[in-house]
């Protein structure tokens, strides 16, 4: 089959990650007869670099028309980068979230899982893990502090800054769905994560996730504050099945439940829309500090490339491969650094793509 796939390698360790997806793909297009044409979309870093803003009109139209696409990773140091010296709305995440937000892309799957391999590199006790954890975050990606109104003010002689977290009940209704249909084909149990003690934009996605359990009898919901989510995850991370949670809620958490997979390197995602399209990539950064030295893990990229198959291309057969080959590569003993064990071999990036590719 032929398909056209945005590829935005981005910034930092981006390309070289991108590189290493792109690899694989290659190896599952020469096994199963398919052509993957590569459309190049500049975003982040890499856009400001040649059109001053970290997002063009043109490169969102060109998303448009790809079946996918697919992403390195974004952004730079702030501390050191020019990027960072343009105000807040040309930096480079402002692209990221604007390619969200362009694309309709409200729903971001993570998944989270303990690879048996990487059990040594999980930092949870082996006795409270026995039969290890499979989890799934389902983030919302277009609501939320993200996009709701926000300014810094002098008021009255004291800057002021504020963020406004709003939802209304039909972006809430749509995630929430999702997470449902998604817990449909696993255990049939969703978390749905909030600050209802607190908040009223809590007590509403409280409401209407209610409302959309009632129509999956099934399933089983299950509520839970967001401070007593973010420890139960490094107490009992088996207990979860299905998390939903807002924007900004989702963003922390994911990043915690890829620490507890013994890496954020492994962690993928897909951020899909009311279609097929999705835009896929790992749930890190872009890890300037490593940039370049070929250091960085390539699998989180790696196993995005297989979600783009399985989510937007239909192509089960062809992700599945690409998981198993992981497995296989890991099995073997072969590591990046930071997932590194005693008696285990070292490889760069670059050696990890190829291993993987090799066993497709
Ligand atoms: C992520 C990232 C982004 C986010 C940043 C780069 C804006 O942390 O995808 O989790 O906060 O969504
Ligand atoms: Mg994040």
């Known amino acids: 089959m032929e398909f056209k796939i945005g590829l935005i390698r981005g910034d930092g360790i981006g ?7 792109r690899k694989v793909l290659d ?16 975003l982040g870093g890499a856009s400001i670099d040649v059109h001053g803003i970290p997002l063009t009109d043109e490169t969102i139209e060109e998303a ?3 079946d996918a696409v697919l992403m390195g990773s974004i952004g730079g140091d702030a501390a050191t980068s020019p990027w960072y010296k343009l105000e807040p709305s040309k930096r480079p995440e402002a692209g990221l979230l604007k390619i969200r937000k362009e694309l309709g892309l409200f729903a971001n799957l993570r998944p989270a899982y303990l690879y048996n391999e990487l059990k040594g590199a999980c930092p949870i006790k082996d006795s409270l893990i026995p039969d290890g954890f499979d989890m799934i975050i389902v983030r919302e990606l277009t609501g939320g502090l993200y996009f709701g109104d926000r300014k810094t003010y002098d008021d009255n002689g004291v800057m002021t800054a504020v963020d406004t977290l709003k ?7 749509r995630i929430a769905r999702r997470a449902f249909e998604i817990a449909m084909k696993r255990r049939k149990k969703v978390t749905s994560v909030d600050k209802a003690n607190v908040l009223d934009s809590s007590r509403l996605w409280r409401k209407i996730t209610a409302e959309v359990a009632a129509d999956f009898p099934e399933v089983t919901l299950e509520n839970m504050l967001v401070d007593n989510c973010a420890m139960q995850l490094v107490r009992n991370p088996a207990q979860f099945d299905v998390i939903l949670t807002e924007n900004m809620f989702g ?3 994911s990043d915690e439940a890829s620490m507890v997979t013994g890496s954020i390197g492994m962690l993928s995602s897909a951020s899909l829309n009311e279609t097929k399209f999705g835009l896929y990539e790992p749930s890190h950064g872009s890890a300037p500090d490593i940039a370049g030295m070929s250091l960085a893990n390539p699998i989180a990229t790696i196993l995005s490339a297989a979600m783009m198959l399985r989510y937007s291309l239909d192509l089960d057969r062809e992700a599945d491969d690409i998981e198993e080959a992981v497995k296989k590569v890991l099995a073997e003993g072969y590591r990046t650094q930071d997932i590194m064990a005693e008696g285990m071999k070292l490889t760069n990036t670059v050696e990890m793509g190829n291993l993987i590719a090799a066993e497709i």
């Open 15 to 21: 390309p070289e990650i991108a590189e290493e997806a």
């Open 27 to 42: 190896a599952v297009c020469r096994k199963y007869g398919h052509t993957f044409n590569y459309s190049e979309l500049l």
């Open 64 to 66: 448009r028309t790809c």
């Open 167 to 173: 939802y209304n009940e039909n972006e809430i209704r």
């Open 251 to 253: 963003d922390i958490l």
